[in-house]
């Protein structure tokens, strides 16, 4: 699927298992048909409640296998594929959009403190091996998740970061309801590159009249 509009209710699928722990992959077919009965605007794998952080890597592609065959491409699927390593990032960000996946989001990576080159490092040098060398038609979320990793962006760093990324017109989502965050990272990229703001993020401040330095 091509060109995709990242819109909507898109929710962060869980991956059901079994009692010792094994994937249960008919409840995951079931969770989807439910879902999409319900109007949902996307499926997402491996988000926060998908349980990617225990999962094997094999694990991963077999749950993505089933969701992207189940769905038959009647919504986009969203695939996390942000590790700890950029190599691994690397290599599970092409394998998904080998196997179909409509977009991909990678997260900043957690458990050791990253420094702020680190992380931009860090998606400067996957960007270029992933979405952009293997394919132009695939979307990159990039998510800083405040909350679920030990590595914060300062403004500067998210700045360049989010001006490298959209001039591939990819996305930044920021989960920190920091407003001062997005105030001279996103809305100064946007002026700058014509990166667009999530639609739900761009409703909410406009209802709030919150306004961009």
Known sequence: MSNVEIKGIIPPILTPMNADESLNLPELRNQIERLLSGGVHGLFAFGTSGEGYILSENEKYEVLEVMIDQVKGRVPVYAGTGCISTRDTIRQSVQAEKMGADVL???????????QKELYDHYVTVEPNTWN?????????????????????????????????????????????????????????????????????????????????
Do not use: W
Request: charged share 20%; with cysteine.
């Open 105 to 115: 989001s990678i997260i900043t990576p957690s458990f050791a403190a990253a420094s």
């Open 133 to 213: 060398g293997q394919t132009e038609e695939i979307k990159t979320v990039g998510s800083q998740q405040c909350v679920l990793v030990h590595a914060d962006m300062d403004e500067e760093v998210a700045y360049q970061i989010t001006k490298a990324m959209c001039e591939n017109k990819d996305i930044l989502k920021d989960a920190s309801a920091a407003l001062g965050y997005f105030d001279p990272t996103v809305a100064g990229s946007k002026a700058l590159t014509g990166c667009d703001l999530h639609p739900g993020a761009a409703r909410y401040y406009e209802e709030t009249g919150y306004a961009f330095n």
